[in-house]
């Protein structure tokens, strides 16, 4: 069963360049710790970091701000 928190939509700024899109996420079931990129806009790329994942601009190779959840669900 998933629940609204189970999914949600972070909005991707990069501090250098202005750039900005939703990425979309998800907790698979039973893993309360870890996440699930679903989607990446056009423009950022997810980089493996020392736990877990981060979104980095793609133009500028720097790490992008994060504000979540913006929308607690997704369909």
């Known amino acids: 069963m998933i629940i609204a928190h189970d999914k949600w939509t972070e ?12 990425a979309r996420l998800s907790r698979p079931e039973k893993r309360a710790y870890d996440s699930k990129v679903e989607a990446v806009p056009a ?15 793609e133009a500028c190779n720097r790490p992008a701000d994060a504000q979540w959840p913006v929308v607690a669900s997704f369909a």
């Open 43 to 57: 423009g950022f790329k997810v980089v493996p970091v020392e736990f877990g994942e981060a979104f980095y601009c």
């Open 11 to 22: 909005l991707l700024t990069c501090s250098n360049c202005g750039m900005s899109g939703s």
